[in-house]
């Protein structure tokens, strides 16, 4: 039997949102009948990064996309390339922002409630011991 792996609720919660999120955000950015086989968390993270920087009234260049996600600037290209002709995003003046669909609306939204609020089901205790 392997070794327990002790590690407590909370973290496994947090985990599990990060597994769970990840796919989701994968979900908003190809069509269900259009998944790719491999699923490509790294995408998700620079679209999400995308989506910060809109939602914050800060859109962002390559560069400043790649500083935020601590990868390669090429890497960041290559994927900012696929979300562009994906049409989920858009590029004005070198700057990244979010499909003007998509930033009026939350694709999947229920998905995401639902995630959270299992994931805060767990944490909610946990971070109300922490207020002092």
Avoid at 24 to 53: H, K, R, Y
Avoid at 76 to 89: K, Q, S, T, Y
């Amino acid at each position: 039997m392997p070794i327990a792996l002790a590690m407590p609720a909370e973290r496994r919660a947090i985990a599990r949102m990060f597994v769970e999120l990840t796919v989701a955000f994968n979900a908003t950015i190809f069509p269900l009948d259009q998944l790719p086989s491999e699923l490509d968390a790294n995408l998700a993270l620079v679209a999400v990064a995308v989506m910060l920087g809109h939602a914050d009234g800060r859109p962002m260049t390559a560069s400043q996309i790649a500083s935020y996600v601590q990868m390669p600037r090429t890497s960041v290209l290559r994927r900012l390339d696929a979300l562009l002709a994906h049409g989920l995003i858009r590029r004005i003046k070198r700057k990244y922002y979010l499909e003007p669909g998509r930033a009026k609306g939350v694709p999947h939204r229920d998905r995401f409630d639902l995630i959270l609020s299992e994931g805060f089901a767990v944490l909610g205790p946990y971070l109300s011991k922490m207020d002092i």
